[in-house]
């Protein structure tokens, strides 16, 4: 399985960004992460197939992620954009039947990194 990653750029602060990521094949799980320099990589937004969505406490209110499985893609809709968002994104997916959503290591496929920076 091969995943497709693209929407990163540069905004301001309280811009807004779409993330598409699409995968060669059918998924149970998928969603983002997101790693600045230095830090653990990080969960943004997981969604199973079903529909059932996670996020991190820090993008809840902002970011809505959600699937069109008709052709394997998750969107990730980034409002209210603010600096500390600023980092490389990656498009995470697994077939899992559950996951962990919080741990990366539960996730066996990655797309290329996308950078959303966001400016002051």
């Known amino acids: 399985v091969q995943l497709q990653a693209s929407g990163g750029g540069l905004v301001q602060a309280g811009g807004s960004l779409r993330l598409p990521c699409t995968a060669s094949?059918?998924?149970?799980?998928m969603g983002w992460y997101r790693q600045v320099p230095g830090k653990q990589r990080e969960m943004v937004a997981i969604?199973?197939?079903?529909?059932?969505?996670n996020y991190a406490d820090s993008v809840k209110g902002r970011f809505t992620i959600f699937r069109d499985n008709s052709n394997n893609t998750v969107y990730l809709r980034m409002n209210s954009l603010k600096p500390e968002d600023t980092a490389v994104h990656y498009c995470a997916a697994d077939s899992g039947g559950s996951t962990n959503y919080k741990n990366p290591a539960s996730f066996a496929y990655w797309g290329q990194g996308t950078q959303v920076t966001v400016s002051s």
């Open positions: 094949g059918s998924l149970n799980f």
């Open positions: 969604a199973s197939r079903g529909g059932t969505a």
